[in-house]
């Protein structure tokens, strides 16, 4: 069964493996230090927010995902 819910502390490295293996598909990389701090905004939980999802406790995907502000009573397009 697979569970979804907020990323921990514990699941950082199984991330950080699949993040890279992402951007891995589409011929990029970061460095290190890049991926350490979008690691702290998501753990800071005030831009970007993220849940993953685990098969028998291991972390097999995640998304990350914000919401943008918006004008209140803005006209619909």
Avoid at 62 to 70: K, Q, V
Wanted: charged residues 20%; negative net charge; aromatic residues 10%.
């Amino acid at each position: 069964m697979i569970e979804i819910s907020p990323l921990k502390e514990i699941d950082y490295d199984r991330w950080n493996i699949l993040i890279r293996s992402y951007m891995a598909c589409y011929k990029t990389a970061r460095p290190d230090t890049d991926n350490q701090n979008l690691w702290r905004h998501i753990k800071d939980g005030k831009e970007i927010l993220t849940v993953g999802a685990q098969i028998g406790g291991q972390l097999v995907g995640f998304s990350h995902y914000l919401f943008h502000s918006s004008q209140e009573n803005a006209p619909l397009l």
